[in-house]
């Protein structure tokens, strides 16, 4: 290496030191959050699309506005405040045209706008009824069986009590019930055909074009919202 191309090697980084931490009569920062954090020793910063950035020793680090209450400056005696540097401002409020409307819909299509999407939350409502509707029947159909269940299992262990083989007591379970009891398995089964017979009628013939339906209405309702909020 020659000693022109040494000495460069040696002041370059020294060079970079001074450009990129120098600023004007050793002014530093304080960084105040809202948080009650503090970061201080900030040589200076910049704001930069809603955040401020400064350096570190780890690299450059950004902090958005809304969360700094404030930014002091003090000098080269410690704890002398020049400041506040800077504070800043509250997030300026979108314009909005007369009578709150958005930029480029009128009161009129506003109205509209409105009325469509109350008929399509009517709309999703009576599709949300039919959904509880179809859960209400499963919950039946579960309780009804097992209170079938309940009885074949009292029924059986009655029989095999009474000295009958595992098989025999699963098949005569009804002869060891009360006469009560053996009314309210026949009353379960009727009511068990009737609820199948149902949830099948609302997966087959209710439920498929339902769900089609609400997924056409879920992406007009989200339309409409971005129409009256853009």
């Known amino acids: ?108 299509q506003k109205k509209l706008l409105e009325d469509q999407l109350a008929q399509i939350n009517r709309r999703l409502s009576e599709i949300k009824e039919k959904e509880d509707e179809y859960q209400k029947l499963k919950q039946k159909y579960q309780e009804v069986m097992l209170r079938i269940q309940n009885l074949f299992n009292l029924g059986r262990q009655r029989a095999m009590a009474a000295g009958n083989s595992s098989l025999a007591a699963s098949q005569q379970y009804q002869q060891f019930l009360t006469p009560e009891e053996r009314q309210l398995v026949q009353l379960n089964f009727l009511n068990k055909q009737d609820l199948e017979e149902k949830i099948k009628d609302m997966e087959t013939n209710v439920l498929p074009p339902l769900k089609a339906e609400k997924r056409r209405l879920l992406d007009e309702k989200q339309q409409l919202k971005d129409q009256l909020n853009g």
Not at 67 to 93: F, N
């Open 1 to 108: 290496m020659t000693p022109m191309k040494r000495i460069l090697f040696i002041l370059l980084p020294v060079c970079l030191s001074v450009f990129l931490f120098a600023g004007p009569s050793s002014a530093a920062y304080r960084i105040i959050l809202k948080n009650g954090s503090v970061i201080e020793d900030i040589g200076s910063y910049e704001r930069s699309d809603g955040r401020i950035e400064f350096t570190l020793e780890g690299g450059t680090v950004g902090i958005p506005l809304k969360d700094i209450l404030k930014i002091e400056k003090y000098g080269e005696e410690e704890g002398t405040v020049e400041g506040p540097a800077y504070t800043p401002q509250p997030k300026e409020k979108t314009k909005t045209t007369p009578e709150g409307q958005k930029s480029g819909i009128s009161s009129g």
